[in-house]
């Protein structure tokens, strides 16, 4: 396969040989790639290993937990998205994931498709998760932990998801205790949503966990779409390693969602999907393609560069048919809301600063810029000219 890719890295950086992408110093500041070895795309599972654990690890577990802590979650705008764990987020398929990320641009933070920017924006996640854009924004260092670990039995030797599990479910029959609520809390987040590159839970959700715990207003949605942008920069950049991408991690489920979305019709993917939630997310994780072939990567490529013009496709979560939380449906489109629908989305539209990490060395700053993205609201967007 040929390919014709940009921008290369900083000029300065130590030379290796990528046999994936080699670099060609007759096209910099771009890298030109006379053929991309897909060979280096065959080991997945090294490749996306940190994505969410199948649903039948932790469902008994969410159910238990659900039966007494939903009206919690409620109350914290976040009972919707947890519900997200009982649906098969652990399926992806890695062609599809490798060719988009082939297109992401990490100064724009958009996919350079060949109608211009696309990419995931609050109003998806809002769809696909049930998270609105309003809350608080999370800092590490601004959420002080009112409950002391020491406060809770929580088992930190047992950190594998599994272990975790096995060591935090209480018996039958007995009630919810904080300790198992926030230790539920802490696997939901580092497992199904952030998807830690070591499977394991970390202590560092536990300022996180334990603020959900209180009823804290967070407004997840934008800390995962850092997470996302933070996740897309680092496999972008992996691209450019000797032997292609390893061990990727983040919320890259929330790709493979997004991606089927705007594919769906494109692709022709199909889905034996009856109504049971109310989440464009449930939906999409049905349409997640089971055959996985390295040939397909070329498929999904053509299906990239055919977007010409901007097509309808590209805007999926705007369809007066959406399947989303009872607050967005009918509620979707820019043009034709309800005046309690106007803050959240001034929350869609308006440009923020949004931030990923659970610690402070790991805090990262992206700019949230909605406008360009308009198209995708479907509103109108002017064309960038060069300067």
């Not at 209480?170 to 952030?194: D, K, N, R």
């Given at each position: 396969?040929?390919?014709?890719?940009?921008?290369?890295?900083?000029?300065?950086k130590k030379k290796f040989a990528n046999t994936l992408l080699p670099e060609d110093s007759s096209t910099l500041p771009f890298i030109h790639s006379p053929k991309i070895d897909l060979s280096l795309f065959k080991d997945t599972t090294k490749i996306f290993r940190a994505f969410p654990p199948v649903k039948?690890?932790?469902?008994?577990?969410?159910?238990?937990v659900e039966k007494e802590m939903s009206s919690s979650w409620v109350e914290t705008s976040i009972f919707e998205f947890i519900q997200l764990a009982?649906?098969?987020?652990?399926?992806f398929d890695p062609q599809m994931l490798l060719s988009a990320i082939f297109f992401?641009?990490?100064?724009?933070?958009?996919?350079?498709?060949p109608c211009g920017f696309v990419g995931p924006t609050l109003l998806n996640i809002a769809a696909i998760t049930g998270l609105t854009p309003l809350g608080d924004r999370f800092h590490p260092d601004v959420f002080e932990d009112?409950?002391?670990?020491?406060?809770?039995?929580?088992?930190?030797?047992?950190?594998?998801?599994?272990?975790f599990i096995n060591a935090h479910v209480e018996q039958p029959g007995t009630l919810v205790s904080p300790s198992e609520h926030i230790a539920f809390l802490m696997y939901w987040l580092s497992a199904c949503?952030?998807?830690?590159?070591?499977l394991q839970v970390p202590k560092y959700y536990f300022t996180l966990a334990q603020a959900l715990?209180?009823?804290?207003?967070?407004?997840?949605?934008?800390?995962?779409?850092?997470?996302?942008?933070?996740?897309?920069?680092?496999?972008?950049?992996?691209?450019?390693?000797?032997?292609?991408?390893?061990?990727?991690?983040?919320?890259?489920?929330?790709?493979?969602?997004?991606?089927?979305?705007?594919?769906?019709?494109?692709?022709?993917?199909?889905s034996a999907y009856s109504p049971s939630c109310d989440l464009e997310g449930a939906r999409l994780t049905t349409l997640t393609p089971r055959k996985r072939s390295v040939d397909n990567f070329a498929t999904y490529i053509a299906a990239i560069l055919s977007f010409t013009n901007f097509h309808e496709d590209l805007a999926p979560f705007i369809r007066?048919?959406?399947?989303?939380?009872?607050?967005?449906r009918q509620n979707n489109q820019a043009w034709n809301i309800t005046s309690a629908s106007v803050e959240i989305w001034a929350g869609f539209l308006s440009w923020d600063v949004i931030m990923s990490g659970m610690r402070q060395k790991d805090v990262r700053i992206y700019p949230y810029h909605p406008q360009l993205f308009a198209r995708q609201f479907g509103l109108c967007q002017m064309k960038p000219l060069p300067l």
């Amino acid at each position: 396969m040929h390919a014709f890719l940009g921008p290369f890295v900083g000029q300065n950086k130590k030379k290796f040989a990528n046999t994936l992408l080699p670099e060609d110093s007759s096209t910099l500041p771009f890298i030109h790639s006379p053929k991309i070895d897909l060979s280096l795309f065959k080991d997945t599972t090294k490749i996306f290993r940190a994505f969410p654990p199948v649903k039948n690890r932790h469902l008994e577990w969410l159910l238990r937990v659900e039966k007494e802590m939903s009206s919690s979650w409620v109350e914290t705008s976040i009972f919707e998205f947890i519900q997200l764990a009982k649906f098969d987020l652990h399926l992806f398929d890695p062609q599809m994931l490798l060719s988009a990320i082939f297109f992401w641009n990490r100064e724009t933070r958009a996919f350079e498709f060949p109608c211009g920017f696309v990419g995931p924006t609050l109003l998806n996640i809002a769809a696909i998760t049930g998270l609105t854009p309003l809350g608080d924004r999370f800092h590490p260092d601004v959420f002080e932990d009112e409950i002391s670990m020491n406060e809770l039995s929580i088992t930190w030797d047992k950190k594998t998801y599994l272990a975790f599990i096995n060591a935090h479910v209480e018996q039958p029959g007995t009630l919810v205790s904080p300790s198992e609520h926030i230790a539920f809390l802490m696997y939901w987040l580092s497992a199904c949503i952030f998807c830690t590159p070591s499977l394991q839970v970390p202590k560092y959700y536990f300022t996180l966990a334990q603020a959900l715990h209180l009823k804290k207003k967070i407004c997840l949605s934008k800390l995962l779409l850092a997470s996302l942008y933070a996740c897309l920069d680092e496999a972008s950049e992996s691209l450019f390693q000797e032997n292609g991408p390893r061990n990727l991690s983040g919320p890259l489920w929330l790709l493979q969602l997004w991606l089927n979305a705007i594919f769906e019709n494109k692709l022709s993917l199909t889905s034996a999907y009856s109504p049971s939630c109310d989440l464009e997310g449930a939906r999409l994780t049905t349409l997640t393609p089971r055959k996985r072939s390295v040939d397909n990567f070329a498929t999904y490529i053509a299906a990239i560069l055919s977007f010409t013009n901007f097509h309808e496709d590209l805007a999926p979560f705007i369809r007066p048919t959406l399947t989303g939380p009872s607050w967005l449906r009918q509620n979707n489109q820019a043009w034709n809301i309800t005046s309690a629908s106007v803050e959240i989305w001034a929350g869609f539209l308006s440009w923020d600063v949004i931030m990923s990490g659970m610690r402070q060395k790991d805090v990262r700053i992206y700019p949230y810029h909605p406008q360009l993205f308009a198209r995708q609201f479907g509103l109108c967007q002017m064309k960038p000219l060069p300067l």
